[in-house]
């Protein structure tokens, strides 16, 4: 009921803008209706960095109880390292493709004031039943981290492809448990010298206040330990807003000009200095390692980052989409009339542009519009989309027509 109100309404606001652009432009536009991502040929993000990107990306662990259940904590540090992952789940093509789950530790590291041997383990990441009283979901995902007597037990999961450059991720999540750890959604790009690195963070200090969220283009200090204030904001999320232990949609969105941080869809802080530039890996994790931004944890104490779903939408250096729906067959491909695929890869145009913003099925696009390929010629148009279209969508996006 609720969604067919809404979905009404969003054809009302959507067919003001598909006049609009359709006054002064042949193009031919859709209803924004759901869609796949078989059909879409890139994806338009809202807010203040609003960007075009080329492939979508949703991992839900919402609906996943055949592989729920909390693995007993493994005490010591070498089995914690080589333990096996916890649950098929994490074998299956959707994980595997994605993520890779870490058994790194710091014991080789130079982090100078850890005090603490952190060992991220395969063991603390876990699909858990839903327990709250109004559960929301069946299941999450958890990324947990420890202290025991001899050491803090942490997870990490890294992205395999290695090569986003500039992202919307966004996932519905929570930090739950004791001071002294830190959870954490980020982009990376290592090396060996700090002021190389590359980074985009959003980080919960489990010893903060509820309602303060670190957000930072990295690096925030420098060899000799001065800080960076410009690289780093510790915000305070606006009251009426979820604290960080609370369900939240966190979303943080790495663009070629600055990096901005949402919660439940409220910008909340935007760093155009040191924006990264360069291929970068996305990074979750739970860790601590007794120094200080960490904090200390008490033994046997606990952190947890909890997930529901994750979504990305995103450009990647090692992945060109036109080859990419070649590659996958491309049957039941949109494609412009003249069917000339190699136009599209070489001037990167897009007909078929979808939201993940606008839609009503969490981690299903919706069309926006469909250009059914006309082709703009002659103007020496080589990008996405028509300047009208981008008119149009800037309308979209500041609300002129809702
Ligand atoms: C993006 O669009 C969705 C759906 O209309 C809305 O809930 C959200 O607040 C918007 N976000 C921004 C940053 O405009
Ligand atoms: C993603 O790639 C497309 C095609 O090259 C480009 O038009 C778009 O601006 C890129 N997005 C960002 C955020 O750079
Ligand atoms: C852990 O493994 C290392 C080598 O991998 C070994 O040197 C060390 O003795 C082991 N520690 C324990 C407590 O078993
Ligand atoms: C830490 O990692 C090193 C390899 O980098 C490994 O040799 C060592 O056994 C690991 N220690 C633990 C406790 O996992
Ligand atoms: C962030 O600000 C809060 C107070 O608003 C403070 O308690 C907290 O320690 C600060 N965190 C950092 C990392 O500076
Ligand atoms: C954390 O605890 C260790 C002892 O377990 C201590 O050596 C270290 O100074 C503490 N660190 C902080 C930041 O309090």
Avoid at 191 to 212: G, I, K
Avoid at 311 to 316: D, F, G, K, L, S
């Amino acid at each position: 009921m609720e969604t067919h109100q809404r979905r009404g309404r969003t054809h009302t606001s959507l067919s003001s803008l598909i006049t609009l652009i359709t006054i002064a432009s042949p193009l031919a536009s859709a209803a924004p209706s759901l869609t796949d991502d078989s059909k879409c040929e890139c994806y338009l993000t809202n807010g203040t960095q609003a960007s075009f990107f080329a492939t979508h990306r949703f991992l839900d662990f919402r609906n996943l109880a055949k592989h729920a259940g909390v693995p007993p904590t493994i005490a010591k540090p070498n089995d914690s390292g080589s333990a096996p992952v916890t649950s098929e789940y994490f074998t299956s093509k959707e994980w595997t493709e994605t993520f890779w789950v870490q058994s790194w530790n710091n014991s080789h590291q130079t982090r100078e004031d850890a005090t603490v041997l952190m060992v991220n383990s395969p063991n603390n990441v876990y699909i858990e039943a839903n327990g709250d009283r109004n559960p929301s979901s069946q299941t999450w995902l958890t990324l947990r981290t420890q202290r025991l007597k001899d050491f803090q037990t942490a997870s990490e999961i890294e992205s395999v492809a290695p090569g986003f450059q500039y992202l919307s991720v966004r996932m519905l999540a929570r930090t739950v448990g004791s001071p002294g750890a830190i959870t954490a959604l980020f982009t990376y790009r290592g090396s060996d010298r700090l002021a190389d690195v590359q980074e985009s963070d959003l980080e919960v200090r489990t010893m903060d206040p509820r309602n303060t969220i670190q957000y930072t283009n990295q690096p925030s200090y420098t060899e000799d330990g001065d800080e960076i204030d410009h690289a780093t904001k510790n915000v305070t999320i606006p009251q009426g807003l979820p604290d960080w232990t609370h369900w939240a949609v966190h979303r943080l969105d790495w663009t070629p000009k600055e990096t901005v941080w949402y919660v439940d869809g409220t910008e909340v802080a935007t760093i155009s200095f040191q924006t990264p530039r360069d291929p970068s890996k996305v990074i979750l994790n739970a860790w601590s390692d007794g120094g200080e931004w960490s904090g200390n944890m008490t033994v046997n104490e606990a952190a947890y980052l909890q997930i529901q779903w994750l979504e990305i939408v995103y450009n990647a250096t090692d992945e060109n989409p036109a080859k990419k729906r070649k590659r996958n067959g491309g049957t039941g491909m949109l494609r412009g009339r003249d069917g000339d695929d190699d136009d599209d890869e070489k001037d990167g145009s897009c007909d078929v542009v979808c939201s993940i913003d606008e839609t009503t099925e969490r981690g299903k696009p919706v069309t926006l519009w469909n250009n059914g390929g006309v082709r703009m010629v002659g103007g020496g148009l080589i990008t996405w989309i028509p300047s009208l279209t981008v008119l149009g969508m800037l309308a979209l996006s500041s609300g002129w027509l809702w």
